[in-house]
Structures are given as C-alpha cells and as structure tokens.
C-alpha cells in the first residue's frame, strides 16, 4: 500500500518547538517549498513556556506563537500545519505522543521527514531530544506496522513507510542544502516568531548570514544548511 500512496514530493516536518525548524532549517523549508514540493509542519508543543519575561501569561503566549507559526507558513508557502499542543518541557518518549507521531505519518505519507537530532550530549533541551527520538521510533518501525496503533486502521488510516529522514542541528552532518537563494524567505519565516527572536533588521540578516556562511564555506557555496541524512531500507 505504502508504495503506491507515497507521494514523491512530499515533506513532513516535525519540530519540538514553533521556532526550532526555521532558526535550524528555515533556509531548506523555503527551497523545497520554492521547489513546489508539499511541506507539512507538525509543531509538538505549544511553546508557553518559551519567555523570560514574569508578566507574560503561558495561555497567551501559546495563542501568540500559533499565529506567529501560521505567519512562518505563509512566508514559506507551506501545505498545512498542524499543532499538537502538547505540553511544553513535558514531553516523554511514551505511548501517546508516539501515536500522535505516527497518525501524522500515515495522514500526510511523506517521503522525506526532516526532525531535529536527539542525539546532542550532556546540555540539550530535553523536548528537542524526546522529538528526534520518538520521531525516529514512530517512522521505523510502528508508522511502518499494522499492528502498531490498529485503531489507525478503523479510521481509515493506513501504514506508511517513510523512505529518508534528516536531522537538523546534526551531530554528525552528512548532507547540505545551498540556501544562497532563499536567505530572505528564511529570515521571513524566522522573523515571524517575533516573540523568540525579535523583529527581522540588518543585524539579525547579519548574523543570520554569517552563520549559514560559516557552514557554507565547508560546502564550497555562499549560504548553507547541513543535516544528517539517514536512508531507511525496508
Ligand atoms: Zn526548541
């Protein structure tokens, strides 16, 4: 079934945090969405504890970062959206966000899932490392088996196999993007979580640029992005 359903241009991706794939990928995001591909973006927490400020309430900054997240997608172009809402520093590698994982697998059948690398030692956020790694689980094997979540199959959803995924912020990248290109979509979509990273200006392009430069000059291009590529073999 997977084969005949997966769509070749199809992307989904999974990010812990509404601003974690656009400070991280955002450069990649805009190329495939340039490139007329579909890209579906799953945002796992709410991102209500993402402030340094007391006076700011977590219900109202949860209802920020939406829209700031939909502001992102239409800067990029993407396909849809879609918002776990889980609990943000609350995530677990456990049955429910797994399954949750895996429902967007099967509805969306991507062929590519792009999620951030769980494997950064000793100081790491723990959502990010809980996101890459039930992320990895829930591609292979239980989006892959029917037997994994059968109340899927009830629903009319079907398993899926996901043929690649790639990591951002990559322990051991293998694999680059050339973002020359798409630096002002990158900096609109990052811009558009205002309220982690500030109104877009000439310092923030600034530092923007020197860091994907920084990346670019290892690849031999202006501007870059790398993540660590993995092919799934079925
Ligand atoms: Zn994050």
Redesign the pocket.
């Known amino acids: 079934m997977s084969e005949e359903t997966n769509k070749p241009d199809s992307i989904l991706v999974i990010t812990?945090?509404p601003d974690?794939s656009e400070s991280a990928s955002g450069g990649t995001i805009a190329k495939w969405c340039a490139d007329g591909k579909k890209v579906v973006l799953v945002v796992c927490t709410n991102g209500d504890k993402g402030t340094s400020d007391r006076s700011v309430k977590p219900a109202d900054l949860a209802a920020t970062r939406e829209v700031e997240t939909l502001n992102a997608a239409k800067a990029y172009g993407l396909a849809d959206v879609v918002f776990l809402r889980m609990k943000d520093q609350g995530l677990e590698d456990n049955d429910e966000f797994r399954e949750k994982l895996v429902r967007q697998i099967r509805i969306h059948k991507p062929r590519l899932l792009l999620t951030i690398d769980p494997n950064r030692p000793y100081i790491r956020?723990r959502?990010?490392s809980m996101t890459g790694r039930v992320a990895l689980d829930a591609v292979f094997p239980y989006a892959r088996d029917h037997v994994a979540y059968p109340e899927h199959l009830e629903e009319g959803i079907e398993p899926h196999k996901v043929e690649e995924v790639w990591l951002f912020r990559p322990e051991q990248p293998n694999i680059h993007v050339d973002v020359t290109e798409h630096f002002e979509t990158r900096q609109n979509a990052l811009h558009s979580h205002v309220s982690q990273v500030g109104e877009r200006s000439d310092e923030s392009d600034e530092r923007s640029r020197k860091r994907l430069a920084e990346t670019g000059k290892k690849y031999d291009v202006e501007l870059a992005e790398q993540f660590m590529q993995i092919k799934i073999g079925y």
């Open positions: 812990p945090h974690d956020h959502d990010h």
